[in-house]
């Protein structure tokens, strides 16, 4: 039996990054990890799919180059080696979960390999692997931090296997299909169905809902599907699959009062979203109390038991790894003895398609919605030099505020490359900033960025460039 101050069980964005920080503190911490550190983020989602859709882009523009381009560039058939590919995107996996473990050694936190199993609040006890049924190490702790993530959701009619997979087998396939129907156009579905697609892959895509990307306000998304229609992914929007057919080869979708349709598919991607991880380690012993599927947390990450605490996807959505850091920095900080409370002005969150979405605060929507009056001003990157000279002008900045005050309250992007935007979204927000202190910011040019400081000057009603 060992004790320990904290006891972390999962090592994922949430879990390592609280480990390190109490560590750094002079907490006494344990992480309990099953599978490699660096949870789903590192190993099967975050990073790998950014690598995979890196190669698919890359690949995509030589076959584009293939047919002789404006640039006056050209090159003849390109071809991908898909072992390569995924070995490529194993190699910065492997990097980045080493550089986690080597950061876990340097700030003293003990890394326990193996399945927790929750006995009570302060005991845990540890099967390593390969040890079933023999003796589990036993930890008794202060604090039990709860970051165990969350599993792929299944279609009970689907279940994973076989030609079903789901996000995990999609970012390591050993063959690429012929042909592959997505599930679910979120963010999974929409970001690795486009990826395949400019592996070459005919891609088509099932979505309940009417409109692809449904969390996102319709605008944003319009360049998204139009890019979808230019790439030739077929969309079927309000439809329902059914399950595969007899011949395990069709995918039966029912759209509306219209029928079923087959799809001819050799792989389903099924990326209906993504369930908090409760089940399996104990968890019920506790009692906690639940927020539907995830655990209830409060403003500290508290959950309803004393020194249990959870963050991450455990604890429900925003299902984002900056989220789930955020919450671990936090809680480290409070077992430390700091006084600290999670109230970020803004969670952003980016979708990784071509274009790319990037969004933080309130959408003009929401706003509204929250009785607020605002004015909005988007600036489009077709009346942006930068945009010209990457030849990616489709999409555009949106900045919304408030009407007395000018307070910024959210801002919106869609466009290549506005990912890294999302930087200035977020500051802009936490720093409290107004219209005017980002339209008498100096941008640099050539910069996508300029469209931000567009969109305030044009919010103010004195856009220069357009
Ligand atoms: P996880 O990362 O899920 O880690 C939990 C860990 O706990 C796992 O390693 C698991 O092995 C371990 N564990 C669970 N139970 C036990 C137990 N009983 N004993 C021992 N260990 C246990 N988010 C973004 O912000 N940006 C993105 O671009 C992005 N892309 C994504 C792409 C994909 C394909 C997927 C699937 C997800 C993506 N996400 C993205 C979401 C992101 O990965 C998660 O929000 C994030 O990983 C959550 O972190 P976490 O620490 O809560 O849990
Ligand atoms: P999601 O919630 O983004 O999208 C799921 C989609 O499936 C929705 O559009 C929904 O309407 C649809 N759907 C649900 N049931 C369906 C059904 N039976 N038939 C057809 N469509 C159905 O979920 P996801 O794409 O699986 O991703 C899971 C989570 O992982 C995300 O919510 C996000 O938190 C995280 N993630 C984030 C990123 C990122 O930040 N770039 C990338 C990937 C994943």
């Not at 990097?95 to 193996?114: I, M, P, S, Y």
């Not at 697609?197 to 969390?215: F, N």
Request: glycine share 12%; proline share 5%.
């Amino acid at each position: 039996m060992q004790t320990t101050t904290l006891l972390v069980i999962g090592g994922g964005p949430g879990g390592y990054v609280a480990a390190i920080r109490a560590a750094q503190l002079g907490v006494q911490t344990t992480l309990v990890e099953a599978g490699n550190v660096g949870g789903t983020c590192l190993n099967i989602g975050c990073i790998p799919s950014k690598a995979l859709i890196h190669a698919a882009e890359e690949f995509h523009k030589l076959t584009q180059y293939a047919g002789g381009t404006p640039l006056g560039l050209s090159l003849q058939s390109p071809s991908v080696d898909i072992a390569g590919t995924v070995a490529w995107k194993d190699a910065i996996v492997g990097k980045l979960t080493g550089g986690v473990d080597a950061l876990l050694k340097k700030n003293g936190v003990r890394l326990v390999k193996g399945w927790a199993r929750i006995i009570d609040g302060k005991t845990v006890d540890v099967e390593q692997p390969g040890q079933a049924g023999g003796k589990p190490q036993r930890f008794i702790c202060e604090h039990l931090l709860l970051a165990t993530g969350s599993e792929p959701a299944e279609l009970p009619f689907m279940p994973f296997g076989g030609p079903v997979v789901s996000s995990t087998q999609a970012l390591s396939p050993s063959v690429l299909p012929q042909r592959i129907a997505v599930v679910g156009a979120g963010y999974i579905g929409l970001e690795l169905g486009m990826a395949y697609r400019k592996l070459g892959v005919e891609v088509s895509v099932v979505e309940a809902q009417d409109r692809i990307l449904p969390a996102y306000d319709a605008e944003l998304v319009k360049p998204v599907q139009a890019a979808l229609k230019k790439l030739g992914v077929p969309l079927y929007l309000s439809s329902r699959v059914q399950g595969m057919d007899e011949s395990g080869r069709g995918l039966r979708v029912a759209a509306g009062q219209s029928g079923e349709t087959v799809l001819p598919v050799d792989q389903v991607l099924v990326a209906v979203g993504r369930r908090p991880r409760t089940q399996g380690y104990g968890l019920e012993s506790l009692l906690l109390d639940m927020n539907g599927p995830a655990l209830r947390i409060d403003d500290q990450c508290r959950t309803s038991m004393r020194n249990a605490w959870a963050i991450g996807d455990v604890a429900g959505e925003p299902m984002l790894a900056h989220r789930a850091m955020a919450q671990g920095e936090m809680v480290a900080e409070i077992i430390a003895g700091k006084r600290r409370r999670f109230s970020p002005a803004a969670i952003p969150a980016v979708c990784f398609t071509d274009p790319e979405i990037a969004v933080a605060g309130l959408a003009p929507d929401d706003a509204k919605r929250q009785g607020m009056d605002v004015i909005s001003a988007s600036f489009p990157f077709a009346a942006n030099g930068r945009a010209m000279t990457i030849e990616s002008t489709d999409g555009f900045v949106r900045v919304v505020a408030r009407r007395d005050n000018h307070l910024i309250v959210g801002w919106q992007a869609v466009g290549r490359g506005v990912s890294e935007l999302s930087t200035a979204f977020s500051q802009s927000l936490e720093m409290g900033a107004r219209l005017e202190d980002v339209a008498g910011t100096i941008h640099a040019h050539p910069s996508l960025g300029e469209a931000v400081q567009e969109a305030a000057l044009r919010a103010l009603g004195h856009a220069l460039h357009i």
